[in-house]
């Protein structure tokens, strides 16, 4: 059977080589490029010295064109604009684009979106383990039977991390949205500081923490008048997002091109 041949891009960051290690170990796919954004301390350099491993004959490229040239997928956790650029080379060359990149604005998305309108298959989460796309689903359902209990979302990272809320936390709170049926940007709370006076009803509130090596914890509190439930989930290892990023390149190969969630990939809206 043919593999799938995969870029991945941020190559030279954290989740690059989990992505890396992640392709080198999976039958069904290949790693055929490594790109890293200009001026990267890592270019030059054999992808699999990165991970520890003999090298893989894939030396790290800012060549995006050079490094898609025979490629079906790139595995892209990177930042908003190297996303947005990579989902439209992604559209012309009628690629597989996964897209874990975080802290994107409204018109970033809107531009990955019509990218999957122009010829890329995209999927694209704030987070790729199926045990968080599992959260949400819990959390939409408990949003919605529980529609008085006010809902709180908590998340912790490691230092270095740039966007906040995480990702993550915004998918949980768009799930409680769903749930409710409301629309999260017009409901969300995202910093509280000061006299801010009581709790708004219907809101959707957000908590960050950062510290340490943190790789992500989150946690979605539902608080009633006299009880408390929490939804959490702790990820111990980044291999989770990358191995659930290569199960995204393996099914989006299969669909039409358009834009996809990893609720999609796992069936969950089936
Ligand atoms: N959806 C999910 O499941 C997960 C998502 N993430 C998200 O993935 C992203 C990356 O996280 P992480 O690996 O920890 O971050 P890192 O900073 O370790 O890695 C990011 C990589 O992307 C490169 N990069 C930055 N800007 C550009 C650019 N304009 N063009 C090309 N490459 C660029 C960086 O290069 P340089 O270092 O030289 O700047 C670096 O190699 C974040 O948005 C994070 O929130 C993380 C984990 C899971
Ligand atoms: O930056 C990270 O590290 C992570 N980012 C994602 C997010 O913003 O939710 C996913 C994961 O929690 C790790």
């Given at each position: 059977?043919?593999?799938?041949?995969?870029?991945?891009?941020?190559?030279?960051?954290?989740?690059?080589?989990a992505n890396?290690?992640a392709?080198?170990?999976?039958?069904?796919?290949?790693?055929?490029?490594?790109?890293?954004?200009?001026?990267?301390?890592?270019?030059?350099?054999?992808?699999?010295?990165?991970?520890?491993?003999?090298?893989?004959?894939?030396?790290?490229?800012?060549?995006?064109?050079?490094?898609?040239?025979?490629?079906?997928?790139?595995i892209?956790?990177?930042?908003?604009?190297?996303?947005?650029?990579?989902?439209?080379?992604?559209?012309?060359?009628?690629?597989?684009?996964i897209?874990g990149?975080?802290?994107?604005?409204?018109?970033?998305?809107?531009?990955?979106?019509?990218?999957?309108?122009?010829?890329?298959?995209?999927v694209?989460s704030?987070n790729f383990s199926p045990g968080v796309v599992?959260?949400?689903?819990?959390?939409?359902?408990?949003?919605?039977?529980?529609?008085?209990?006010?809902?709180?979302?908590?998340?912790?990272?490691?230092?270095?991390?740039?966007?906040?809320?995480?990702?993550?936390?915004?998918?949980?709170?768009?799930?409680?949205?769903?749930?409710?049926?409301?629309?999260?940007?017009?409901?969300?709370?995202?910093?509280?500081?000061?006299?801010?006076?009581?709790?708004?009803?219907?809101?959707?509130?957000?908590?960050?923490?950062?510290?340490?090596?943190?790789?992500?914890?989150?946690?979605?509190?539902?608080?009633?008048?006299?009880?408390?439930?929490?939804?959490?989930?702790?990820a111990?290892?980044r291999s989770i997002f990358a191995n659930g990023a290569v199960r995204a390149a393996l099914w989006?190969?299969?669909?039409?091109?358009?834009?996809?969630?990893m609720?999609?990939v796992l069936?969950?809206?089936?």
């Amino acid at each position: 059977m043919t593999r799938l041949r995969i870029v991945v891009a941020g190559a030279g960051g954290r989740m690059g080589a989990a992505n890396i290690r992640a392709v080198a170990a999976h039958p069904g796919v290949e790693l055929v490029g490594a790109l890293d954004r200009p001026g990267a301390a890592a270019l030059g350099k054999d992808a699999g010295m990165l991970i520890g491993l003999e090298t893989l004959g894939v030396t790290l490229t800012d060549d995006t064109e050079a490094a898609l040239s025979g490629a079906d997928a790139i595995i892209d956790f990177t930042a908003p604009a190297a996303s947005v650029a990579l989902a439209q080379a992604a559209a012309r060359h009628g690629l597989v684009h996964i897209i874990g990149t975080t802290g994107c604005s409204e018109a970033d998305d809107a531009a990955i979106a019509a990218a999957g309108a122009a010829g890329a298959r995209i999927v694209k989460s704030g987070n790729f383990s199926p045990g968080v796309v599992t959260l949400a689903a819990l959390v939409e359902k408990a949003a919605r039977a529980l529609a008085d209990y006010d809902v709180e979302v908590l998340e912790m990272h490691h230092n270095q991390k740039v966007d906040a809320p995480s990702g993550t936390a915004l998918m949980l709170g768009e799930a409680a949205a769903k749930g409710r049926h409301i629309a999260l940007k017009d409901h969300s709370v995202r910093v509280r500081d000061g006299h801010t006076g009581p709790r708004e009803v219907g809101s959707i509130g957000f908590a960050t923490l950062r510290g340490g090596n943190v790789i992500g914890d989150h946690t979605v509190i539902l608080a009633g008048a006299s009880e408390r439930i929490e939804l959490s989930h702790r990820a111990q290892d980044r291999s989770i997002f990358a191995n659930g990023a290569v199960r995204a390149a393996l099914w989006a190969k299969a669909q039409p091109p358009g834009f996809y969630s990893m609720a999609d990939v796992l069936g969950l809206n089936d």
